[in-house]
C-alpha cells in the first residue's frame, strides 16, 4: 500500500493525458498524477517545433547555447537559472526550426496555421461532470488542428495517431468549444 490517495471523482481536474492513462488503468492514472514530471527529448522537441511553428515570437523567452551537448557545463548551469524548459542547444533548435518550416511550407498546413483565429488556447471544459482542460494547438473559424511531431510513415502515423488516442483529443478539444463562436466541422493532424 504505497502512497495510496482517494480521491472524488468531482474533484477531479484532468487533461487527455490523465484519461489515456486511467484508460490503462486507475494504477496507472495514479501513477501519472503523483509523478514528478520529466520531459523526454522527444516531448522537448515538440514544445521546441511548435513554438518555432505557431508563436515564434516566444523564442524570446528561451536561452539557446552553443554546446556541443546538453551534458556541457554552461547548459547544465543555463537549466540551474532558467528552467529545463526554458534551455535549448543550438542544433535543437535548429532541427525544431526545420519541422516548423516544413509544417508552414506544407500548402494545407500552413494555410491552417495562417487562417487561425488562436493557437495554443488554453480550453477548461466539463463532460460527464468531469472537469478537464487541455490545450488545442490551432482553432480556425470552423476547424481545429493539432501539431504531432512524428514519424512521418503514413502506416508509423496512422498507427501513432490509434495508438495514442489523438483522434479522440480533438473530439473532446471540439467539444469543449462548440459552445463559442467557433464551431469545429472540420479535425485535422498535422504530422
Do not use: C
Not at 522527444?42 to 539557446?64: D, I, Y
Not at 525544431?96 to 516544413?102: N, R
Not at 498507427?159 to 472540420?186: C, F, G, S
Amino acid at each position: 500500500y504505497h502512497n495510496i490517495q482517494i480521491m472524488n471523482i468531482k474533484d477531479f481536474k484532468g487533461s487527455f493525458s490523465s484519461l489515456k492513462a486511467f484508460i490503462k488503468s486507475p494504477a496507472h492514472f495514479a501513477y501519472y498524477k503523483l509523478r514528478e514530471f520529466k520531459a523526454t527529448p522527444a516531448m522537448r522537441r515538440g514544445k521546441l517545433a511548435h513554438t518555432l511553428a505557431l508563436e515564434p515570437n516566444e523564442m524570446h523567452e528561451m536561452h539557446v547555447l552553443e554546446v556541443a551537448t546538453r551534458a556541457n557545463k554552461e547548459y547544465k548551469s543555463a537549466v540551474l537559472e532558467f528552467g529545463e524548459e526554458k534551455v535549448f542547444t543550438a542544433k535543437e533548435v535548429q532541427e525544431a526550426q526545420g519541422l516548423a518550416d516544413a509544417i508552414h511550407a506544407h500548402p494545407l498546413a500552413g494555410k491552417l496555421i495562417r487562417e487561425a483565429v488562436e493557437v495554443e488556447k488554453h480550453l477548461h471544459w466539463e463532460e460527464d461532470g468531469v472537469s478537464f482542460h487541455g490545450y488545442a494547438d490551432i482553432i480556425g473559424r470552423d476547424y481545429i488542428a493539432d501539431i504531432k511531431i512524428t514519424d512521418s510513415d503514413p502506416r508509423k502515423v496512422q498507427r501513432t495517431v490509434l495508438d495514442n488516442l489523438y483522434h479522440m483529443q480533438l473530439v473532446m478539444y471540439a467539444n469543449a468549444i462548440w459552445e463559442t463562436e467557433q464551431k469545429p466541422k472540420d479535425l485535422y493532424i498535422i504530422a
